[in-house]
């Protein structure tokens, strides 16, 4: 049984208030609070553990080498990657994204070859990409969502040519929680020999993900969203890429042999870390895998389903509010804007001063916005942590919205 309670108390901050209301956290798909064991293991890392990783022979070093490098593992496992070797530690989804960019992608595209994207995505996974098409003259092909947020696979399949050299794409939507079937893009794309980046950053948090099953070549997930320390992430990288892909960064753990004449590198995925790591952050993650792990994945899905029903259903009552993207299989993440012209910056502020705590502007997807015809949203987006109760402020925060915009 999932307890909710149990699960709360998991989590300090949800103890405060906010302009003297209770705190009710809906800015999960931002960034997700932390659990107690995190920030014990945080503050036990820094106080009474802490060395540098690797290049010690000492007690502390070897004591933060085994407990940093343990944490490859757990993402493997967490992931189901076919090998911990093939993890490839980050400071977030953006470096990650940025490093299959520079490493695998420039090297190898050319003028007027071609990447293939969806309008969902973050620019976390577009701007990596503009970069290519200012500086190498790469084309970006992109596919649209339809009214509902939904993504056809086929429609991905459908937009990979003779030019295209990789297809880059969420696996689910940060701005609308729309989940997309990556696995048969993967299927379509690798029978088109063209490899795929998948953004796992939301969905790792909110469903089961078994990169064995989906079958992509790089799949990047950022810690922060996890429950873990922020400027903490990785990315899975298919073997066979990484012997493609030449170094990123250079100095510290990436290197075997420096001479004056000439420098070899170390293996990946040592290859592609350079330099002193985040190491209490990654430890953090693996803790926060831990944590995620101890509670069940498919038990977090199945309360975060109950939660977007009930949301659903209530925000569906509200004939004044228009929500962008409501695909039937969605995360419990909803974007909405008020009819009348209220901006989602004043709506936030109001609810704001209930205590509650949503997203409002872009998201970093400006491209989606623009498919759905708006500005900004506002953005509520659920964790495992929250409550229906919490929906039901959320509701109820609307409607004074409501009252005060018109």
């Not at 080498?65 to 189901?80: D, H, M, P, S, W």
């Not at 991905?156 to 609308?176: E, Q």
């Not at 709506?347 to 759905?372: E, N, W, Y």
């Amino acid at each position: 049984m999932y307890d909710i309670a149990k699960v709360r108390a998991d989590f300090p901050i949800l103890s405060r208030e906010v302009n003297g209301k209770p705190l009710v956290y809906l800015d999960n798909g931002a960034s997700a609070q932390k659990p107690r064991v995190v920030i014990d293991a945080i503050t036990r890392a820094y106080s009474m553990e802490y060395a540098n990783v690797h290049r010690g022979l000492h007690h502390l070093s070897n004591l933060a080498t085994e407990q940093y490098e343990a944490v490859r593992g757990k993402i493997a496992r967490f992931l189901n990657a076919p090998d911990e070797e093939e993890i490839v530690f980050a400071s977030g989804a953006t470096e990650a994204i940025n490093l299959v960019s520079y490493s695998w992608a420039a090297p190898r595209l050319q003028a007027g070859d071609e990447i293939v994207l969806s309008v969902m995505e973050h620019h976390a996974n577009i701007v990596p990409w503009h970069f290519l098409r200012e500086r190498q003259g790469v084309v970006l092909k992109w596919v649209e969502c339809d009214s509902n947020g939904d993504l056809d696979p086929q429609a991905v399949i459908d937009a990979i040519g003779p030019r295209t050299r990789l297809v880059a794409v969420t696996h689910m939507s940060n701005v609308t929680g729309t989940v997309v079937d990556v696995a048969a893009i993967c299927a379509g794309a690798r029978a088109r020999g063209v490899p795929v980046l998948v953004d796992g950053s939301q969905a790792a948090v909110h469903r089961q993900v078994d990169l064995r099953a989906i079958g992509c070549d790089f799949y990047a997930i950022t810690g922060h969203k996890l429950y873990g320390p922020s400027g903490s992430g990785a990315i899975f990288i298919r073997r066979e890429r990484m012997e493609e892909m030449r170094p990123f960064l250079g100095g510290g753990d990436m290197i075997r042999d420096v001479f004056r004449d000439e420098v070899t590198y170390a293996t990946p995925p040592m290859r592609f870390e350079a330099g002193t790591p985040g190491i209490v952050n990654q430890i953090g993650l693996g803790v926060a895998i831990d944590y995620l792990t101890g509670l069940g994945m498919e038990n977090i899905a199945a309360h975060e389903r109950r939660l977007r029903d009930h949301a659903r259903a209530r925000l569906a009552g509200l004939n004044w509010l228009n929500v962008q993207g409501n695909s039937a299989g969605k995360g419990a993440i909803f974007s909405f804007t008020l009819q009348g012209g209220a901006h989602p910056h004043d709506i936030s502020t109001v609810l704001d001063k209930r205590g509650i705590a949503v997203r409002a502007g872009t998201h970093c997807a400006m491209p989606l916005m623009q498919h759905f015809g708006v500005s900004a949203t506002c953005r509520a987006s659920f964790g495992l942590y929250n409550t229906e109760e919490e929906v039901e402020a959320l509701v109820s925060g609307l409607e004074l919205c409501r009252d005060l915009f018109g």
